[in-house]
T-cell receptor, first 113, second 113 residues
Framework: GESVGLHLPTLSVQEGDNSIINCAYSNSASDYFIWYKQESGKGPQFIIDIRSNMDKRQGQRVTVLLNKTVKHLSLQIAATQPGDSAVYFCAEIRRITGNQFYFGTGTSLTVIP | DGGITQSPKYLFRKEGQNVTLSCEQNLNHDAMYWYRQDPGQGLRLIYYSQIVNDFQKGDIAEGYSVSREKKESFPLTVTSAQKNPTAFYLC????????????FGQGTRLTVV
């Protein structure tokens, strides 16, 4: 079946290092991708997005890379800080299904001080 | 401030009872969604609504019901038919067109006692 999934369920990084969180998707018809951050007991918050006609997009300390050839999405966080500890979800939106959001399982990022 | 509000934050239900979770948004968004989140798992879509007076089943609609009588409100009822209702419930809204993010509420944690 179709799915949006993540390669690694947990990731631990040292404070100050860069973090890379990966996401695989299976539907080449997806139009738009979003990364969300969810802190414990809270709702997900938007981090950064990328359209399917782009390969890379940068934000503040974050970069999203999209490789459509292998259907892979990654979130890079530069100089990871303790406040970055959270679960990170990728989501894809497919216009063909009425702009529904499809979420991956999530990766739990722990930053070690 | 514009946003999406879920209430209550914590909810306890006795077995066999129905319970309704509230979700209100003042973002003038057309689309609204309900997701269920279990520990260590991603978000699973329960129901979604693209427009007032219309809603569609998601992946795990059994045991749940919704209504969309007003644009700003999308309440979710967890019925006694839902055999394992203890979970974290998230409501989201979006403009409803591709290329736009979904905004999430802070969630309701439902516990069956």
């Amino acid at each position: 079946g179709e799915s949006v999934g993540l390669h690694l369920p947990t990731l631990s990084v040292q404070e100050g290092d860069n973090s890379i969180i990966n996401c695989a998707y299976s539907n080449s018809a997806s139009d738009y991708f979003i990364w969300y951050k969810q802190e414990s007991g809270k709702g997900p918050q938007f981090i950064i997005d990328i359209r399917s006609n782009m390969d890379k997009r940068q934000g503040q300390r974050v970069t999203v890379l999209l490789n459509k050839t292998v259907k892979h999405l990654s979130l890079q966080i530069a100089a990871t800080q303790p406040g970055d500890s959270a679960v990170y979800f990728c989501a894809e939106i497919r216009r063909i299904t009425g702009n529904q959001f499809y979420f991956g399982t999530g990766t739990s990022l722990t930053v070690i001080p | 401030d514009g946003g999406i509000t879920q209430s209550p934050k914590y909810l306890f239900r006795k077995e066999g009872q129905n319970v309704t979770l509230s979700c209100e948004q003042n973002l003038n968004h057309d689309a609204m969604y309900w997701y269920r989140q279990d520990p260590g798992q991603g978000l699973r879509l329960i129901y979604y609504s693209q427009i007032v007076n219309d809603f569609q089943k998601g992946d795990i609609a059994e045991g749940y019901s919704v209504s969309r009588e007003k644009k700003e409100s999308f309440p979710l009822t967890v019925t006694s038919a839902q055999k394992n209702p203890t979970a974290f419930y998230l409501c989201a809204s979006s403009i409803g067109t591709a290329g736009t993010e979904a905004f999430f509420g802070q969630g309701t944690r439902l516990t069956v006692v």
